[in-house]
C-alpha cells in the first residue's frame, strides 16, 4: 500500500547545529527565488520553530501560502514536517505527507543531512484522478481497437 | 501510431477474464501475489503469469516489500507528483548545501 519515498542527501561543511539552525531559521534565504509553490516569488520561507508551527512562505505583499506544519522539533538532530500539497500543489489540510530531516556528523567534519519524503500513497486526490482517467482510457482503448480493426486488410478477417 | 500500439497491446492483455479481474482488483488495492491468488479461483502461478502479462502491456508495476513483490496500478498520477518532489527536493537540499557551505566558511575566515 506504499509508494517508494523520496530520499535524498548532501554533505555540508557546516556543523550539525548551525546546519540544523540554517535549514530550518533562514529557509527563505536559501530556498532558490521562483522555486517555490506560491503564485509570486517568495521573500520569506517560515518554519514556526515548535511542534504545530506553521511552515509557509510569504510573498512581498505579505500574501502567505501554506505548504504545512513542523511535526517534530528536536534541534539539532532530526525534523519531521508535514508537507500539506497536493499533487496540484494547493494546500489541503486533512492531507498529511512527512518530510524527515536528520542532522547527522559526518566522518571527516560537516554534517551528513538526510531527507525522506515520505506517506506518497497519500496523494489520493492523484489516484482518484489516475481511476478516472483508467475509466475514460479504457473507452479509448475500446474505440482505438475498434479502428485498428477497422484497418485490417480484409484478408486477414 | 504508437499510443494505439500500445493500447491494442493493453486491450489484448485485458481480454483474458482473469486478468481483467486481477486488473480490476489493482485499481482499487495494491497486492501482492498470495492476496490476489487467496482471493481468485486460480492458483498462485497463474496469478503470477497474469501478473507479468499486465506488467509487460504497461499496465501494472511491481515494487518490492521485504521477501514479497506487491503490484499497482503503474500510477501515473502518484509517479509524476513523486518525480517533482524528487527534483524539487534536488534542487533544495543542493541550494541548502551550497548555502550552509558559504556560512561555514566564512565563520572560519571569521574566527
Known amino acids: 500500500m506504499t509508494i517508494a519515498p523520496v530520499r535524498r542527501s548532501i554533505h555540508t561543511k557546516a556543523p550539525p547545529a548551525r546546519a540544523f539552525e540554517i535549514f530550518t531559521g533562514r529557509m527563505g534565504r536559501w530556498w532558490p527565488r521562483g522555486r517555490t509553490v506560491g503564485q509570486a516569488p517568495h521573500a520569506d520561507i517560515v518554519l514556526e520553530p515548535h511542534v504545530g508551527g506553521r511552515w509557509f512562505e510569504r510573498n512581498d505583499e505579505g500574501r502567505e501560502t501554506q505548504w504545512g506544519k513542523v511535526l517534530v522539533w528536536e534541534p539539532p538532530v532530526r525534523l519531521v514536517l508535514a508537507w500539506q500539497l497536493d499533487g496540484e500543489k494547493r494546500y489541503d489540510p486533512e492531507l498529511i505527507t512527512e518530510v524527515e530531516i536528520t542532522f547527522a556528523p559526518a566522518d571527516g567534519g560537516g554534517t551528513e543531512v538526510r531527507l525522506e519524503h515520505r506517506n506518497l500513497e497519500r496523494f489520493r486526490k492523484n489516484r482518484d484522478a489516475w481511476a478516472a482517467a483508467v475509466e475514460s482510457g479504457w473507452t479509448d482503448m475500446v474505440r482505438i481497437f475498434g479502428d485498428y480493426l477497422d484497418r485490417l486488410p480484409d484478408a486477414e478477417e | ?111
Do not use: C
Open chain 2, 1 to 111: 501510431m504508437t499510443n494505439s500500439v500500445t493500447a491494442v497491446r493493453a486491450l489484448s492483455a485485458l481480454g483474458d477474464p482473469s486478468r481483467r479481474t486481477i486488473f480490476e482488483r489493482l485499481v482499487a488495492n495494491p497486492a501482492a501475489v498470495g492476496d490476489l491468488a487467496r482471493s481468485l479461483p486460480i492458483t498462485r502461478s497463474a496469478v503470477s503469469q497474469h501478473l507479468r502479462v499486465l506488467k509487460e502491456a504497461g499496465l501494472v508495476t511491481e515494487t518490492p516489500d521485504g521477501t514479497r513483490r506487491i503490484y499497482r496500478l503503474d500510477p501515473a498520477g502518484i509517479a509524476a507528483v513523486r518525480d517533482w518532489l524528487d527534483s524539487q527536493w534536488v534542487m533544495a537540499l543542493g541550494a541548502f548545501g551550497d548555502f550552509a557551505d558559504a556560512e561555514a566558511d566564512a565563520e572560519e575566515e571569521d574566527q
